[in-house]
Nanobody
């Protein structure tokens, strides 16, 4: 089992920045990828970015060049810059283990609005 606790999120103006963090606990030796997804009402949850143990990262095209994902053995961060209203969503931390099993955080709201 892996438990995930997210921090960050909130309200920011367009063009602003925000940082999300997610702390993992439990069977951390089983953790493979760590990442962030987001979801808006009426739409499917979508991958924002994920990162492998060797620090290779994948990004959604919509956030490339604006978001940066990083991790250590127990935490994953998402630095978000040049935020746009369309980045407004609930952001979920995600961990995939070698099981493979998938775990989710509780979600944190990010709102980009003037």
């Amino acid at each position: 089992q892996v438990q995930l606790v997210e921090d960050g999120g909130g309200l920011v103006q367009p063009g602003g920045s925000l940082n999300l963090s997610c702390a993992a606990s439990g069977r951390l030796f089983q953790v493979y990828t760590m990442g962030w997804y987001r979801q808006v009402p009426g739409k499917q949850r979508e991958l924002v970015a994920n990162i492998y143990p060797d620090r290779r990262a994948n990004y959604a095209d919509s956030v490339k060049g604006r978001f940066t994902i990083s991790r250590d053995s127990a935490k994953v961060w998402l630095q978000m810059t040049s935020l746009k209203p369309e980045d407004t969503a609930v952001y979920y931390c995600n961990v995939v283990t070698y099981g493979p099993r998938q775990y989710w955080g509780q979600g944190t709201q990010v709102t980009v609005s003037s």
